[in-house]
Structures are given as C-alpha cells and as structure tokens.
Nanobody, 124 residues
Framework: VQLQASGGGLVQAGGSLRLSCAAS????????MTWFRQVPGKEREFVAA????????YYARSAEGRFTISRDNAKNTVYLQLNSLKPEDTAVYYC??????????????????WGQGTLVTVSS
C-alpha cells in the first residue's frame, strides 16, 4: 500500500490543522493506522493510533484532549485533527500502517508502510 500524508502547514499557537493520510494500492481497512511525528535529531514519536474498524483508539499523553484520529475506510483515508496547537507540536507528521496488529503501538519497527510525512509548524 502507498500512503500519502497531507494537510501540514504553518499555523499560530492555538490554531488547528487537519492532516490526511490517503492510501492507495490496497484498501486501508486491512490495516491498523497510526500517526507519528518527528523533530530533527529526535526519535520518531507516537501520536495516535486507530484500529482497523475505528473501534479502538489510543493517544499519546501529549495528544490527549487536543488531537483526534479518525478514519473513513470508504475513502481509504485516515485523519488527524490537530486543535489547540502549541509550538512544541512542530514536527514532521507521518502516517503508518500495520497489518499484523489489531491496533498499532509505539514501536516504529512494527509498521509495514509509511507515508512521506507532512510538516506542521506552529509559531508562538
């Protein structure tokens, strides 16, 4: 499957963005989907995960209450709504898919496919 992340941009602190991850080549409903983020010089960080049907969702503590992960399997797309953004949310955001788990975790090596990343910059 090919994953294409989009929706990043420059936003002021307190603002919102909606990231999308469009899948092609295979139906996204086959995969549990996760969003990670990465700042240069740091490890890729788990943000949020959603199970194949959307019935189970996990958030990192930093995302809880501000970010919302969702999926539309009919559109082969997964979303990450970012609200109340902070400068420390600045990062490249990646979507990733895993077929072998009901819901993905924080271990980068578990994932089968990755999108190319979309840059979110939050100014203070």
């Amino acid at each position: 499957v090919q994953l294409q992340a989009s929706g990043g941009g420059l936003v002021q602190a307190g603002g919102s963005l909606r990231l999308s991850c469009a899948a092609s080549g295979r139906t996204v409903s086959t995969y549990a989907m996760t969003w990670f983020r990465q700042v240069p010089g740091k490890e890729r960080e788990f943000v949020a995960a959603i199970s194949r049907t959307g019935g189970t969702i996990y958030y990192a503590r930093s995302a809880e209450g501000r970010f919302t992960i969702s999926r539309d399997n009919a559109k082969n797309t997964v979303y990450l709504q970012l609200n109340s953004l902070k400068p420390e949310d600045t990062a490249v955001y990646y979507c990733a898919s895993v077929a072998s788990q009901v819901i993905g975790g924080s271990r980068v090596a578990d994932y089968d496919y990755w999108g190319q990343g979309t840059l979110v910059t939050v100014s203070s």
